[in-house]
Structure formats: C-alpha cells, structure tokens
C-alpha cells in the first residue's frame, strides 16, 4: 500500500493506543487469516529474521511495519517454537530505537556464542537529507530475553558500493565466523561480500572478498544472502533482483534462487563446482528465504509468502504477509529438496481417504499420488460453480501449472496470473497444505515448491476438486494454531 513516507517514518513513541487498537480492529475483519501460518500480530511482515537455536528452543523474527500494510520504519519480532510447528511471539522486539539503526532494524542472522544470542542486522540510517547509510551493527539476546544493542558500528559501507549494503548472514566454517552481505557495486552490479572475524571475536570484522559464485552481472542488487552446508557442500541462497531471465526464467518480481556448489575457500571467496543457478520456489509469492545449518545436523528454511514492491487484498485491512512452513533442505541426486519438518504431521487430524473427503474449511493438506500419463486437474478454494484456483498437473508432458486468473482476487497481474514449472513425466506426489488465503505445494519430497497467496472472493469458496484426470491419496484437516 502507498503510504506517505512521514506516516511510515513516524516515531513508533508517536502513535497512540487508540491508533493501534483500530488497525488491530480492522485486521481482524479480515475474512483471510491464516491458521497455521505465522502472520505479524500488527501491520506488514516480511523477512524471516534470525533463524536460529538457542536456550533450547527455536528463535525465528520477523522484520514488520506495525502500523499499516506498508514498508515503514521496520523492527524484528521474535518468535520462539519447540518444534517448528508452533510458534509464539514473545514480546521482545528489535526496535529501530539507536542511532545505528533509527530508520529500521533490517534484516539480519544469529548466531549462538558463549551462551548468548548474537543478532547481526542492517541499521537502516538516513541524515537530513534522506540519505542512507547502511551500518551493519548487534546485539545480544540472554537466556533471560534481555536485548542490549551494541554501540559500535561492526561494518561500515564499503566504498566499493552504494548504499544498498545490507542483510548480514553469519555462519560458522571450520570453526571461524564469516558473514556474507548483500549489496550493489558503484556500477550498479549485485554483489555479495565476505568478512571473517578478526580473531573469532563477532565484535571485529575483516573483509575477505566479494564472493565469486559465477554471477552473469545481470542483477543490480542482491539481498537476503545465505551460505549453509547440505552433506559438506556449499549451498548459496539469495535474491538476485532484476536478474536475466535469460539465465533463468522467472515470473515474480524478484526471484529468489539458490546454487549448489562442491567447494568453498574461506580465504578468497571462491565458490567452485557451480551446479547452476535455480529457482527455489515457482509459486507466484516466495522470497528472502533465510536458512541455517542446526545443531542437530538438520538444514532449515523459512521464507516470506510475500515480495517485495507489491500490493495485497489483505492491504485494505491494514496488514499483509505470512510466513511459509519451516522446510528441511536436503540434497537428492544432485538437487535441493525442501520439504516441511516432519513434526508438521502433528497437524494433521480426521484423515479420509481423498475420494471421500468432506466439504473444506480451507485449512488442510492433501497428500496424493498422479500417475504417469495423465493430466490431471484439481480446483482450490472452489465456489459451488467449481472456479477456484486451479492446479494441471500433466504427467504425460512434464508440465505442473497454478492458474489463479479464473477467480479469486485479482492483483499483482502484471506479473501474469499462471505459474507453469517443470515435473517428471511419470507419476508424482503431490504435499499440499492449504491455509485460508495460502497455499503450499511440494512435488515429489520437495524437488519442486510453489507458494502462493489465494483470496477467496466468498466464504462460500472453500470447495476441493478433481476436475479431470486421476488423482488418489489422503485429505487431512489441518488443526488451527493458538491464536490464529
Ligand atoms: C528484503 C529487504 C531486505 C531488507 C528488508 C527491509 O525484502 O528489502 O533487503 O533488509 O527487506 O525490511
């Protein structure tokens, strides 16, 4: 939503109670909320933030404008969950209350040290001017949810970029810690640069060197950087905007992609052993995927259902954004597989054969086989009429389509309103959860997602069809979370 940028800059100090209490108001009346998917308890949510273990629990932040469906004055809101499923806001919060970070608290990582939390974000600062100055700054969280900002600057903007400079991810190699940020160079050139710890200590860092993953040159900026480690091998995760789609065809506004490489050297940022560039999602909304290597050998992954740069029915009522599931990566015969964490099935209730199902409350997950040489065609979110959101899954060609242009409401269509990908030309299964206004497909363990957003015109719109081809396997009801 277009808002003036005083209203989206405004001194968080400065809205009163009655203010916020209409926003939260107004979103309540949304007829779209998810069950199961987190949503900002107020206004925007973006970027997943700070993904991490720590103190027994999972942590996870989101970046979030509190005050409207818009990209103002950003702050983290932290999240914690036992088991990935369920997730509880705890209060605390990054706010963009220092100087280092007064016009927001962007996107950032963590990383446990000696006992604490470490977040390294982005502060967002503009002078008089409106000029941005990127500062890559901390802070620690405790095992009592004490926050404490650092003072310091950790990595000022290099000269050899603009002002886009930003969204630090810190990881641990051979027991040195790097971090990776994104950025743009003077000629306008996406790049991703690498700093290690001067002597392990996250308080001093050293460039290294721009990372060398084999970039074409096409983007101009690149953000949300991720550097994890599926069975050793370097895995590179990141939003290269305006990217050729000549290298890699894309729909959305941004893609968000990821390279599996064989090596990584530390001393000069060279990624070697490129398997390609890929799309991670080919859903019509997916981005800023955040992802990190757990201490119990598992690699996760969380993204925003939502890009950048658009508008969303849910704006009308204040709010917009959801996160997707938290995925497990792994690798496959050469590609990367994200499927949700196996505790998800906790969800899982009333099970019924697909054939038998009864009618939806569009809060569910559908578990089924195609087989080979058919072309199959299912109807979400259907009216009485049978127009929804419709899904062709041709075993026969290869071909998996979503098609939102029948009904639904309709935006962003400037970016086309059908998604067609690629699938093996035998049978498929298909994994997908359905959440009031999100859907979630994962083909075959994940080898192929597609996230989306869906608005449902009516209430009335919460049928399940196959309305052609064969299709077999289980419907289960997804139970709501608490609070949502
Ligand atoms: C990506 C992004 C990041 C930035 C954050 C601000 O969606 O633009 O680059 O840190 O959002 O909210």
Redesign the pocket.
Known sequence: MNLPQKLRYRRYEDWTAEEIAAIKAKMQQSPWHCHYHVEASSGLL??PNGFSYFNQQYHLFY?NWPFGAA?GL?QWVHLVSDDLVTFKETGIRVQPDHANDHE?A??GSAQVIDERLFLFY?GNVRDEDWIRHPKQVGAWLDKEGQLTKLDSVLIEQPKSTTDHF??PQIFSYNDHYYAII?GQTLQKEGIIKLYRAVHNNVLKWEYVADLDFGSDGSPYMI??PNLVFIDQKPVLIF?PQGLAKTTLAYDNIYPNTYIIFEEFDPNTGRLSGSHGMQNLDFGFES??TQAFNSPDGRVLAVA?AGL?DLASPTDAYHYQGALTLVRELTLKEGRLCQEPVAALAKLNTNASSFADRKSTSNSYHLALTIPANQVSQLCFFASPEKSGLLLTVDTTSGFLTLDRSQAGIQYAQAYGSKRTCQIPQQHVTLNVYVDQSLIEIFVDQGQTVLTSRYYPESTKANGLYLISGLASGTFYEMRKQNGR
């Open positions: 973006n970027d970046q990209h950003k927001g962007y996107s982005t930003r969204d994104g953000e949300c939003c981005y800023a925003w950048p």
